[in-house]
């Protein structure tokens, strides 16, 4: 689709929380299952052509997301050689509040992608 566009300013907005296959993007919340495997490989389909990283946080509890997995998402997009900017979403899923989810998102994040 976007090689038949003709407009340069439309991209690609790569959004983890919207893929078939996350537990977000049916809008029925989240359970305690992990993601689809049909999300990862999505991500790592579409990871060529993305020019912003929309990264979903739930943060149902103590430590790193436990939904979506970064490490994989991440590792696809710098095969693909991603260089562009990162947002950060948190949708509270537990007790965690956003001012404690944010750092850890940025922190972890960051790990990842300079590895």
């Known amino acids: 689709m976007l090689d038949d566009l003709s407009d340069t300013n439309?991209?690609?907005?790569?959004?983890?929380?919207?893929?078939?296959?996350?537990?977000?993007?049916?809008g029925e919340g989240l359970s305690?299952?992990?993601?689809?495997?049909?999300?990862?490989?999505?991500?790592?389909?579409?990871?060529?052509?993305?020019?912003?990283?929309?990264?979903?946080?739930?943060?149902?509890?103590l430590g790193?997301?436990?939904?979506?997995?970064?490490?994989?998402?991440?590792?696809?997009l710098k095969n693909a050689k991603y260089s562009g900017?990162?947002?950060?979403?948190?949708?509270r899923r537990g007790s965690v509040p956003s001012t404690e989810a944010l750092p850890r998102a940025v922190r972890y994040l960051t790990q990842l992608f300079e590895k």
Request: glycine fraction near 8%; hydrophobic fraction near 40%; charge should be negative.
């Open 10 to 26: 439309v991209e690609y907005v790569l959004d983890t929380g919207q893929f078939q296959g996350s537990l977000g993007a049916s």
């Open 32 to 61: 305690d299952e992990k993601a689809a495997p049909e999300l990862y490989e999505s991500i790592e389909m579409c990871s060529s052509r993305a020019t912003m990283l929309r990264a979903k946080y739930y943060f149902a509890g």
């Open 64 to 76: 790193d997301e436990q939904w979506l997995d970064y490490a994989r998402i991440v590792g696809s």
């Open 85 to 91: 900017a990162v947002s950060i979403i948190y949708e």
